[in-house]
């Protein structure tokens, strides 16, 4: 194993990285330390803070979002956050959603084994600019972004050379890790290059995001997401402290029953002083607003049925504005499962079970359904903990941050696009977010049920002939 592993080279980068933007985006620096008084505050007063992951592992934990414009620049990023041991999972095509349409499909780059993701979390949401779709741009544009996009480099090939190698050796030595973090924390810093004002204000019009891609010679963070235990709380403090947040916190609302999936909110992108180069020539002084500060909850993850409850309370309409809160907490208490236990009967969400210590040991047969076993103190539930993203809240997220609505021809058909065209554009697979979770659950499943069975064919052998426990 080369001395420093692939998950400390992730956990240096994302350490790093958010090091980097306080320093560009002090505001970050301000929501950091809020969601740091936050969960410690939470730690301290709810014995149960880390069911769903532990102190250290929240409090180390983001996520980032970039945004390229080729495949070939978006299959570069995909290795080097493979030599971090993060992998594409999940599709999100994010341009016709009912909140405003984007020009972009995306995917989020993360760790997916359960150990590493303890190690840490870090996951970086990625999205395509779709130059060819005819919606958003004309074939005189296409051709000019194409051509602006060809010119430009964002990974210098030093840097794709030691994520090669990282990826190949599962890690790199100290010499090389230094290297490797120094280039790639550059890679996604905000370029000092001139803007030309002309060419970002043609894209401008057309959609704010894709300006922010083919409007620039380099990549950026354009946010960096902390994650806080208590959100509501952090949205309160924010206010307090004289941050302006967006009117609403995304996902499901503040509710009795249990977390699920992922609660989110963000304040407005912050002017930020830019060069430009005018059409005449010259360079002026300016400014762009285009990054903002985010944060989120998680909950548990939730199974294909449980996610289609979800979606269907989500697109039910939304209650007055007065009690909205309100409204949505009496819907989510009427319509949706009020406990764990409950979720995980009726196969809703994701858990990992494993066999109850002090389980009962006296040649007993367990019961045969997961109600029962749950019940009767057989086994534990443990929440698996939702890793992804939602795509109705990532349009809201972009969207509160659009300058103006963009341009979109709905009479023009629109490229097709699916997770295998994106994984053909990559060149490595796009994993099912579906499929992790439930590798996980019938793994954990299948690994207690052997226990319990091991511990029933153990007592038949201890148990004389004649005194075998009757069975029910
Ligand atoms: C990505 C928006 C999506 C989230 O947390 O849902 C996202 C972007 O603005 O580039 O980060
Ligand atoms: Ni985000």
Redesign the pocket.
């Known amino acids: 194993m080369p001395p420093i592993p692939t998950w400390r080279l992730r956990a240096a980068f994302a350490r790093r990285l958010s090091d980097m933007y306080g320093t560009e985006v002090p505001a970050y620096t301000t929501l950091l330390e809020v969601a740091g008084q936050i969960n410690d505050e939470v730690a301290r007063r709810d014995p149960d803070a880390g069911r769903l992951g532990s102190i250290d592992r929240v409090t180390a934990e983001r996520?980032g979002?970039?945004?390229v414009g080729t495949p070939a620049e978006l299959r570069q990023a995909a290795q080097v956050f493979a030599a971090l041991g993060m992998h594409p999972v999940g599709f999100y095509d994010l341009r016709d959603g009912d909140i405003g349409a984007v020009p972009v499909v995306?995917t989020a780059f993360r760790p997916t084994d359960p150990t590493e993701l303890d190690r840490n979390p870090f996951r970086v949401?990625t999205?395509l600019l779709t130059t060819g779709d005819r919606r958003f741009f004309d074939a005189d544009l296409e051709a000019r972004l194409t051509a602006f996009l060809a010119r430009r480099r964002l990974f210098p090939p030093e840097l794709l050379r030691l994520a090669e190698r990282a990826e190949r050796d599962a890690g790199l030595s100290e010499a090389d890790a230094e290297r490797f973090l120094v280039l790639a924390v550059g890679a996604f810093t905000l370029s000092t290059e001139p803007v030309d004002r002309a060419w970002y204000a043609e894209l401008e019009r057309i959609s704010a995001?894709a300006a922010d891609i083919g409007g620039v010679t380099r990549t950026h963070v354009?946010?960096l997401?902390p994650r806080v235990l208590d959100i509501d709380a952090l949205y309160r403090r924010m206010g307090e402290r004289g941050i302006t947040m967006i009117d609403r916190i995304q996902g499901p609302p503040r509710w009795g029953g249990p977390d699920v999936l992922l609660r989110?909110t963000s304040f407005r992108a912050l002017a930020e002083p830019r060069t430009f180069r005018e059409p005449d020539g010259r360079l002026t002084r300016g400014s762009l607003r285009v990054r903002f500060g985010?944060v989120?909850a998680r909950g548990i993850a939730l199974t294909p049925a449980g996610r289609a409850r979800y979606d269907a309370l989500m697109a039910q309409p939304e209650p007055q504005a007065a009690d909205r809160g309100q409204a949505l907490c009496a819907r989510w208490e009427r319509e949706f499962p009020r406990t764990e236990r409950q979720l995980a009967v009726d196969g809703l969400a994701f858990f990992a079970y494993h066999p109850v210590a002090d389980r009962p040991r006296d040649g007993h047969r367990p019961p045969a359904d997961l109600a029962g076993l749950l019940a009767d103190g057989w086994l534990t539930a443990t929440p698996l903990v939702y890793e992804d993203?939602?795509p109705r809240?990532?349009a809201g997220?972009?969207h509160s941050?659009l300058t103006g609505d963009g341009t979109r021809d709905p009479r023009r058909a629109g490229t097709p696009f699916d997770a295998h065209r994106l994984a053909a554009a990559l060149d490595r697979p796009v994993l099912d977010p579906f499929a992790l979770y439930a590798a996980q659950q019938d793994d954990s499943l299948r690994r207690a049920l052997t226990t319990l069975r091991a511990d029933a064919a153990l007592h038949a052998l201890d148990a004389p002939a004649g005194h075998r426990p009757t069975r029910p």
């Open positions: 996520h979002a970039i945004r995306s949401f999205s995001v354009n946010h997401t989110q985010e989120e993203f939602l809240s990532a997220i972009f941050n």
